[in-house]
């Protein structure tokens, strides 16, 4: 079982940044891959980032590649997700998810756990 809090969600300006975390309680955090995903009004829930266990190898969505950083600390069990240059289209609610194994790993079928969601909302 895991467990995932995320926090740092918030109102900002296009053009401004902010930075998720994603707290994870449970003995085998770094085996486990990390996801984010979003979900927007009336739209369905899609990929953001993936970072794997050990190697800690990156997966972007094309749409924030080159904007968006994801990480992780394996001794804090926690996951971040650098948000830079945000546009309106990125307003959602995002998800931090938690993959037991590296398959699926950009969809929602791949995740076993999920944290509850922050809003992110980013104002023209």
């Known amino acids: 079982q895991v467990q995932l809090v995320e926090s740092g969600g918030g109102l900002v300006q296009a053009g401004g940044s902010l930075s998720l975390s994603c707290a994870a309680a449970?003995?085998?955090?770094?085996?486990?891959?990390m996801g984010w995903f979003r979900q927007a009004p009336g739209k369905e829930r899609e990929f953001v980032a993936a970072?794997?266990?050990?190697?800690?190898?990156?997966y972007y969505t094309d749409s924030v590649k080159g904007r968006f950083t994801i990480s992780r600390d394996n001794a804090k069990n926690t996951v971040y997700l650098q948000m830079n240059s945000l546009k309106p289209d990125d307003t959602a609610v995002y998800y931090c998810?938690?993959?037991?194994?590296?398959?699926?790993?950009?969809?929602?079928?791949?995740?076993?756990?999920w944290g509850q969601g922050t809003q992110v909302t980013v104002s023209s």
């Open positions: 449970g003995r085998t955090f770094s085996s486990y891959t």
């Open positions: 970072i794997s266990g050990k190697s800690g190898r990156t």
């Open positions: 998810a938690a993959n037991p194994a590296f398959r699926y790993y950009t969809e929602i079928r791949g995740y076993a756990y």
